[in-house]
């Protein structure tokens, strides 16, 4: 049961957002920006579900969007009515928690219902088959493009069941189980890891795609990071230490913020290089060099110059939060642009190259 409680550190105003349906505006708000992306993507010639299933006959992704776009406009609908008319009924007008935490168990269990039965049933029941797959399939014979898109959306999101997991435990005062909250932050890495090491074990020579061996150790030394940066926020909310435990938390404090820069280090380039495939490298007998991709679908560079930079300062944002006051609720959010954002360019990064090499054929 999510008590609607909302956490006030000192110094800090209260939150005008119930704790207990930050998670549900989340997903919401990650919901409009898929709908956003992949309508900018389809209004520039890019067809989504043939780069999403890649196949030339994947069929027109209009009827997707609409039944989308309603089950969006839905499930604001019923989150806003809950937390302005539900949320102050209730809390103003019943003592007892059972009662108050109502409206946030009926918001849940509706936008579950309209999202099963509801107008993009079609579309649920194919992202809880990709969940499945992602999930509990330990081998695949093919990994699937629509997968790995999931799986790295699914990186930006792991904010919600972590939250889901602490709002859980504190309502039922179990403050000890908290450790494990790396844990649940770590699980869409681990699925990533996963399908980069499927990928790379599964071909018939490994070492000619140590691409994906790369790409295994980037998302694998993510995690680190998580139970470092758990533990560091741990000792800067709760702790009060010895001296000797201090100059140890400060070495710790260290370590986590070297490996949190080199962690999102690695990631941008990652995103610049592979994913968006900006920065092309070429090796010319001893020298390599770095040289910006010709071919750009979009018509002004402009917009791949704010992508770089609003996907480098949002990737910064979260070490940021460590060192300044910033709310993780906006941290969430923030991270949801950054990676409707790289939707956007890592699709047309394939939509060129499937371009490519169908005119090689």
């Known amino acids: 049961m999510l008590l609607n409680t909302t956490v006030v550190t000192e110094g800090e105003p209260p ?25 900018t993507l389809s209004w520039q010639k890019i067809n989504v579900n043939t780069v999403l299933y890649q196949h030339s006959m994947a069929t027109d992704y209009s009827t997707s969007s609409r039944s989308l776009f309603i089950f969006a406009t839905i499930l604001t609908s019923i989150i806003s009515f809950h937390i302005m008319v539900l949320e102050p009924l209730f809390m103003h007008h019943t003592q007892y928690v059972m009662y108050k935490s109502g409206p946030v ?121 998580i139970f470092l940066s758990h533990h560091t926020s741990q000792i800067t909310h709760f702790g009060t230490y010895n001296l000797q435990e201090k100059r140890n938390d400060k070495w710790l404090w260290h370590i986590w913020f070297i490996s949190a820069m080199s962690s999102t280090l690695f990631a941008f380039s990652w995103d610049l290089i592979i994913d968006w495939g900006l ?52 941290i969430d959010m923030a991270e949801i642009v950054r990676r409707w954002v790289w939707v956007i360019f890592r699709f047309e990064n394939d939509w060129i190259k499937r371009s490519y090499n169908e005119q090689k054929t």
């Open 15 to 39: 939150s005008l957002i119930p704790e207990s349906y930050r998670p549900l505006i989340i997903i919401c708000f990650g919901l409009w920006g898929w709908i956003i992306a992949t309508n």
């Open 105 to 225: 168990i009926l918001c849940h269990t509706i936008v579950i219902a309209v999202a099963i039965f509801g107008p993009c049933r079609r579309e649920c029941y194919s992202f809880l088959k990709c969940l499945y797959r992602l999930l509990f399939k330990l081998h695949y014979h093919q990994i699937h493009f629509s997968d790995v898109i999931v799986a790295d959306i699914l990186i930006s999101f792991s904010g919600v069941p972590a939250e889901v997991y602490t709002q859980l435990i504190q309502s039922y005062n179990l403050s000890p189980l908290l450790c494990y909250e790396p844990y649940v932050t770590s699980l869409p890495f681990l699925i990533r890891l996963k399908q980069c090491l499927n990928d790379y074990f599964s071909q018939k020579q490994p070492r000619s795609n140590r691409r994906q061996l790369i790409n295994a150790f980037k998302y694998a030394s993510a995690i680190p990071v």
């Open 279 to 330: 920065i092309q490298i070429s090796q010319q007998q001893t020298s390599v060099i770095f040289h910006a991709r010709k071919d750009l679908y979009f018509s002004d560079p402009v917009w791949y110059l704010f992508a770089v930079l609003l996907n480098g300062s949002f990737r910064t944002l979260k070490i940021a939060s460590h060192l300044y006051r910033i709310h993780p609720f906006c």
